[in-house]
């Protein structure tokens, strides 16, 4: 299978490995299957499939240049003994007719877990594919769970090397801990004095610098990237949908060719995205329920067509969330334009130069059939916690709550009676603070980790081996720096190791 670019040329292709190590496209677009596979996948199968297995069939597809052992024993390692529960993405029972699909039993917490312990497989089987010698980079600005995630899974990777910048004082204290407790003899965290926006603009700054990289290359490194526009991270996200389907066949809360709707806590818009491509290959899917908090840039967007990034930021209690431009959009809106790169590159310099665009009535229709869009604010989220945990005696993040608030709000106005699976992207320990407010009507005693004890407390349940980790390490003291010396630091760092 042949990658291009969403605003590229279609005689411009990279091959999967080629794609994966890449990340973005040159001219900013990003990359998208030549043709996308044909074939369904066999649903009737599913409830006998382990994750293991329907992982495979996915990245089979998509990754065809891998061969299948290289494939499998990635996923193998990938999906083992470091996930608290073996289903990998189980579903827990509820007595309504919606879902939680749970995506946070790897071990940093959350959803990006999914896609990043399997990553950093794919890109060593990449880098000998393409027998490139050189050393890899990865290279990230993190609010949080994805430099997490990215250290935990490249960790004592052969071939790599991990440098992660965060805002200083930007990250909770479960995210910190996270950060400066991971061991591995190629990671690196420093956090930066400003904010996320100040690393990302930084990060893409140093991807551009010629001569940099130039630097680099001779002294045998290059870079590559982990963030959710790498097309390595998208297309194993895929396999949660369709375990979650054969899961609840296997339940018998459906049967075999019913459809369902997922309802996605949307950032970056990767994760429903993935729902989106399971879609296309033949998950029966009514309607993808795209859920944001206070920053409802999407919710517009699905409501009107026109996107509009020049409104005012907030940082909310899902910070995971807090976010005014949903890269992987892009991908969507070129599928549903019929693979038109012209059009895709019209509307992203519009979004560039003049902070919005509007899609055309073909596209729109698309949308309106396909999706559904609302938001939560954060006393809604709040509430929804406190109501979830009230009626089920089940704990969700603040994260699922904007999710679980959107499907009820959906389900209220809507005469839609399709099943719904809630995509739950964190463990409610990963935000005791919001979780236990919220369920108690009070303040943990102390701020910081402590708060999980508070948040065990009241539940009265065991914590997971990946919560109880949490405790044990001990972590390295923080380095903190100017943005502008972040290309210095990268240097002396890769200069120690030469
Ligand atoms: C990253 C993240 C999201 C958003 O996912 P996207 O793929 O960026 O839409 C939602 N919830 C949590 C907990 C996350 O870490």
Known sequence: MQYRSTRGSIDDTLNAPQAIIKGLADDGGLLVPVKFPSSSLPIEKLPKMTYQQIVQLILNLFFDDFTSEQLQKGIEQAYGEQWDNQQITPISNHHSNNYYLEL???????????????????????????????????????????????????????????????????VSPVQLKQMLGQRGNNLTAIAIEGNFDDAQTEVKRIFNDTTFNQQLQQNGYQFSSANSMNIGRLIPQIA??????????????INVGDALNFAVPTGNFGDILAGYYAKKLGLPINKL??????????????????????????????????????????????????????????????????????????????????????????????????????????????????????????????????????????????????????????????????????????????????????????????????????????????????
């Open 240 to 253: 949660y949908y369709f375990s979650a389907y054969g899961q609840l066949v296997d339940k018998g809360k």
């Open 289 to 498: 329920i795209c859920a944001s908090d206070e920053n409802n840039v999407l919710t517009d967007f699905f409501k009107t067509g026109k996107y509009n990034r020049q409104r005012q930021f907030y940082l909310t209690n899902s910070p995971a969330m807090d976010i005014l431009v949903s890269s992987n959009l892009e991908r969507l809106l070129f599928d549903l334009a019929g693979n038109n790169a012209e059009l895709i590159s019209e509307y992203m310099d519009q979004l560039a130069q003049e902070g919005h665009y509007q899609v055309n009535s073909v596209i729109k229709a698309q949308l309106d059939r396909q999706f559904a869009a609302g938001f939560a604010t954060q006393d809604q989220v709040v509430q929804e916690i406190h109501q979830v945990y009230k009626a089920d005696g089940y704990l969700i993040d603040p994260h699922t709550a904007v999710a679980s608030f959107v499907t009820k709000q959906y389900q209220a106005s809507h005469s839609d009676k399709t099943p719904t699976v809630i995509v739950s992207t964190a463990s409610p320990y990963k935000f005791p603070e919001t979780v236990y407010k919220a369920i108690t009507e009070q303040a943990v005693s102390t701020p910081g980790l402590t708060a999980i004890h508070d948040l065990q407390k009241v539940v009265q349940q065991p914590l997971s081996n990946n919560v109880q980790a949490l405790f044990e390490q001990s972590i390295r003291t923080e380095q903190v720096i100017q943005p502008a010396k972040m290309e210095k630091t990268i240097s002396k760092l890769l200069a120690s190791t030469y």
């Open 104 to 170: 946070f039993h790897g071990p940093t917490l959350a959803f990006k877990d999914i896609a990043l312990q399997i990553l950093p497989h794919l890109m060593t089987s990449a880098v000998t594919i393409e027998q490139i010698s050189n050393k890899i980079i990865i290279l990230t600005a993190t609010s949080g769970d994805t430099g997490t995630a990215a250290m935990r899974g490249f960790s004592n990777q052969s071939g790599t090397q991990v440098i992660v910048f965060y805002p200083h004082g930007g």
